[in-house]
């Protein structure tokens, strides 16, 4: 059985930085997609930033393009979201996802639906 856990979140000043680490079990990722992904309040879960396990290759959201970076750590079964430069706005809970993919698709998931497991969220909260 697939488990991911998230940890990292805090409260930070704007400016400031976190680091949130996804640690994932349960079998072998090598075909996934993992993701993160956020949720402010009354808002719809927003798409953040996407790694394919095997080869690294990333994608980041427009948004946080140049400030937030994800990366993987193979010997430890880990994702982890660098995040710089925050500010309010990036307030938010932040989950971890994974999503198989099968040979052949090459693009990036960047909607929801499209992964097939979530960790339980961190929430990151950013003070003006």
């Known amino acids: 059985q697939v488990q991911l856990v998230e940890s990292g979140g805090g409260l930070v000043q704007a400016g400031g930085s976190l680091r949130l680490s996804c640690a994932a079990s349960?079998?072998?990722?090598?075909?996934?997609?993992m993701g993160w992904f956020r949720q402010a309040p009354g808002k719809e879960r927003e798409f953040v930033a996407t790694i394919r396990w095997n080869g690294g290759n990333t994608y980041h959201a427009d948004s946080v393009e140049g400030r937030f970076t994800i990366s993987r750590d193979d010997a430890k079964n880990t994702v982890y979201l660098q995040m710089n430069s925050l500010s309010p706005e990036d307030t938010a809970i932040y989950y971890c996802?994974?999503?198989?993919?099968?040979?052949?698709?090459?693009?990036?998931?960047?909607?929801?639906?499209?992964?097939?497991?979530w960790g339980q969220g961190t929430q990151v909260t950013v003070s003006s």
């Open positions: 996802a994974a999503a198989r993919q099968p040979l052949g698709i090459t693009y990036y998931y960047t909607h929801s639906q499209e992964y097939d497991y």
């Open positions: 349960g079998r072998t990722f090598s075909s996934y997609l």
